[in-house]
T-cell receptor, first 116, second 114 residues
Framework: AQKVTQAQTEISVVEKEDVTLDCVYE???????LFWYKQPPSGELVFLIRRNSFDEQNEISGRYSWNFQKSTSSFNFTITASQVVDSAVYFC?????????????FGGGTRVLVKP | DTEVTQTPKHLVMGMTNKKSLKCEQHMGHRAMYWYKQKAKKPPELMFVYSYEKLSINESVPSRFSPECPNSSLLNLHLHALQPEDSALYLC?????????????FGDGTRLSIL
């Protein structure tokens, strides 16, 4: 069965510091998809990125970057020069191509607190 | 603003009440989902609707009854809930019910059972 582990439950940084969120996953499928979502206090989960298992290119979007390493089953997320608005809970999630219904397996989440 | 709209945002109900949660999307998505999220936990999948048909029920108690009246609407009917059912209920949608499709979430309904 698939599993997603986010070992860090909470990270506290001061504004402008960089913060890296770890995500390790387990799956037996050869085709799978990894996601990151942001959940601010308002409650809505905001989709940030999708990466498929065939594409190990790292990606950068503004202050966000993602490092996918299939060899270590990791999909880490870095926020550069953090801002107070980055304070939220971040979830890493996995879905498998063979699984019916687009079922997402979420990690436990990492709460990021950015202090001014 | 989220493209998935959930109403109401907050709901307080007694254990004998009947109420409904509503979810609406106008993105033409063909898969819709209900999740339950307890405090400091990740969302847990409850139901999946694919092309307006219930495709997944994650062994949810019958006091929760989903309904998909059309491709844009998803309801969750609540009856005889227990205090442990107090949680944030999230609705989501995706273009298709396949693994590469990101799910888009609403703001949720915060439900409190007295």
């Amino acid at each position: 069965a698939q599993k997603v582990t986010q070992a860090q439950t909470e990270i506290s940084v001061v504004e402008k510091e960089d913060v890296t969120l770890d995500c390790v996953y387990e799956t037996r499928d050869t085709t799978y998809y990894l996601f990151w979502y942001k959940q601010p206090p308002s409650g809505e989960l905001v989709f940030l990125i999708r990466r498929n298992s065939f594409d190990e290119q790292n990606e950068i979007s503004g202050r966000y970057s993602w490092n996918f390493q299939k060899s270590t089953s990791s999909f880490n997320f870095t926020i550069t020069a953090s801002q107070v608005v980055d304070s939220a809970v971040y979830f890493c999630a996995l879905s498998e191509a063979e699984a019916a219904g687009n079922k997402l397996t979420f990690g436990g989440g990492t709460r990021v607190l950015v202090k001014p | 603003d989220t493209e998935v709209t959930q109403t109401p945002k907050h709901l307080v109900m007694g254990m004998t009440n009947k109420k409904s949660l509503k979810c609406e999307q106008h993105m033409g998505h063909r898969a819709m989902y209900w999740y339950k999220q307890k405090a400091k936990k990740p969302p847990e999948l409850m139901f999946v609707y694919s092309y307006e048909k219930l495709s997944i029920n994650e062994s949810v108690p019958s006091r929760f009854s989903p309904e998909c009246p059309n491709s844009s609407l998803l309801n969750l009917h609540l009856h005889a809930l227990q205090p442990e059912d107090s949680a944030l209920y999230l609705c989501a949608s995706s273009q298709d019910p396949v693994g590469d499709q990101p799910q888009h979430f609403g703001d949720g309904t915060r439900l409190s059972i007295l």
